[in-house]
């Protein structure tokens, strides 16, 4: 299996950044399409960005387009998150996850980090 490891989220004020980074353990990590969701208090684990397994493909979720940034470097067999003008409504845990091909549906990523939590102030 693939073990994922999610670091770099903390405290931000509004239109401030952070930058997540997932670093993964196991083989073939260019095989395996990543993904960030997230997880607000008392709201369902939604999707927020992917990557293919080359890095050639990347999708977003509306509300972060224009202002988030998937990619990876498979050398580290890492994916990063880099999250700018941020806002409140970011504030969620963020989760790395691993899968065969590009989905948005979260139960069909095999493997998951344990989160990272990010909080926006106003």
């Known amino acids: 299996q693939v073990q994922l490891v999610e670091s770099g989220g903390g405290l931000a004020q509004a239109g401030g950044s952070l930058r997540l980074s997932c670093a993964a353990s196991g083989r073939t990590f260019s095989s395996y399409a990543m993904a960030w969701f997230r997880q607000a208090p008392g709201k369902e684990r939604e999707f927020v960005a992917a990557?293919?397994?080359?890095?050639?493909?990347?999708y977003y979720a509306d509300s972060v387009k224009g202002r988030f940034t998937i990619s990876r470097d498979n050398a580290k067999n890492t994916v990063y998150l880099q999250m700018n003008s941020l806002k409140p409504e970011d504030t969620a845990v963020y989760y790395c996850?691993?899968?065969?091909?590009?989905?948005?549906?979260?139960?069909?990523?095999?493997?998951w980090g344990q989160g990272t939590q990010v909080t926006v102030s106003s």
């Open positions: 996850a691993a899968g065969g091909v590009i989905v948005v549906n979260p139960t069909l990523y095999g493997y």
């Open positions: 990557i293919s397994g080359r890095g050639g493909s990347t």
